[in-house]
């Protein structure tokens, strides 16, 4: 999550695809997308974790993906 001003009572989560580990981000700059060959449909995930891999034999073609359909034979 994220907040643009200092002081918000709410975060933004970051978007699905994407993962955000420092605690106090101030911009949706700082949401990591999920690497290659990877996915993750979760909003707000704090770390990389969140990203899981495609089955074998298959991968992402971009990152940040947000679903398994996203990975396609390699």
Sequence with gaps: TYASSVGLANCTACPAGT???????QTVSRCLACPLGTYSSVEAATSAEACLRCHAGSATLNTGSTSAAACVPE
């Design 19 to 25: 993962y955000n580990p420092t605690a106090g981000a």
